[in-house]
């Protein structure tokens, strides 16, 4: 992944307060540890289709993602894991298929969505 300018402070100010029903993780559980860059700016909690951020850092999996929109895009199902991935965009350490299987089910509807600015995508 490249350097980029832009910091975890970059993330909306909301960001890490919004929660609630996700669908589309139905029968997911576990936390995925969320980096920006080198640096660590929350904890996704999957359970009971239900997705939050905590500050906590015990996770299974980690998703570094290279810009803090790329990270809220994901997380607001409006940009594609794998797609990402393969655009150099993330990387992934730990339960790959429980980051895939949740960011995907993200696209179904998450509170994250709508966060990405307009051509920020």
């Given at each position: 992944?490249?350097?980029?300018?832009?910091?975890?402070?970059?993330?909306?100010?909301?960001?890490?307060?919004r929660?609630?029903?996700?669908v589309?993780?139905?029968?997911?559980?576990?936390?995925?540890?969320?980096?920006?860059?080198?640096?660590?700016?929350?904890?996704?909690?999957?359970a009971?289709?239900?997705?939050?951020?905590?500050a906590?850092r015990?996770?299974?999996?980690?998703?570094?993602?290279?810009?803090?929109?790329?990270?809220?895009?994901?997380?607001?199902?409006?940009?594609?894991?794998?797609?990402?991935?393969?655009?150099?965009?993330?990387?992934?350490?730990g339960?790959?298929?429980?980051?895939?299987q949740?960011?995907?089910?993200?696209?179904?509807?998450?509170?994250?969505?709508?966060?990405?600015?307009?051509?920020?995508?």
């Open positions: 992944m490249g350097t980029n300018s832009e910091s975890a402070s970059d993330l909306p100010a909301d960001w890490t307060t929660r609630g029903p996700a589309g993780v139905a029968g997911l559980r576990g936390r995925i540890r969320l980096d920006v860059g080198d640096s660590t700016v929350g904890c996704l909690k999957v009971d289709e239900t997705v939050e951020i905590l906590d015990e996770a299974e999996a980690t998703l570094i993602a290279d810009s803090p929109q790329t990270l809220v895009g994901l997380l607001g199902g409006e940009k594609h894991p794998v797609v990402a991935r393969l655009q150099g965009r993330i990387s992934v350490a339960n790959v298929a429980l980051v895939i949740v960011f995907l089910g993200l696209q179904a509807g998450s509170p994250w969505s709508g966060l990405v600015r307009k051509g920020q995508s």
